[in-house]
């Protein structure tokens, strides 16, 4: 059964810091893109950060550039966010998705949107507040 389970989300004030985790299962974890999206209430759900199967392309959002990393272990099957410097903004549920690792959907310049995504975790709550 094909699964992707986001860990690592909290409460933190404002300067601190996160470790996101998504874990997969079900399916063959090196052939995709993983992306993370994350959602604000009354907001619409925006990408924050992609990898492509290798490692090898990487987006960041504007917003989150010089204060987020994400990385892969294809080894554990496993995506990171690292974050820092965190601020109220951030604020929101955050969700891992997995696309197929075609041209255009991860590259530097660009992150595909949700659509392109096929499966997707269940989310994790990031509160960022004093």
């Known amino acids: 059964q094909l699964q992707l389970v986001e860990s690592g989300g909290g409460l933190v004030q404002p300067g601190g810091s996160l470790r996101l985790s998504c874990a997969a299962s079900?399916?063959?974890?090196?052939?995709?893109?993983i992306g993370w999206f994350r959602q604000a209430p009354g907001k619409e759900r925006e990408g924050v950060s992609c990898?492509?199967?290798?490692?090898?392309?990487?987006n960041y959002a504007e917003s989150v550039k010089g204060r987020f990393t994400i990385s892969r272990d294809n080894a554990k099957n496993t995506v990171y966010l690292q974050m820092n410097s965190l601020k109220p903004e951030d604020t929101a549920v955050y969700y891992c998705?997995?696309?197929?690792?075609?041209?255009?959907?991860?590259?530097?310049?660009?992150?595909?949107?949700?659509?392109?995504?096929?499966?997707w975790g269940q989310g994790t709550q990031v509160t960022v507040s004093s």
């Open positions: 998705a997995a696309a197929v690792n075609h041209p255009g959907v991860c590259i530097a310049t660009m992150m595909a949107g949700p659509n392109e995504y096929e499966y």
């Open positions: 990898i492509s199967s290798s490692g090898g392309r990487i």
């Open positions: 079900g399916f063959t974890f090196h052939y995709y893109v």
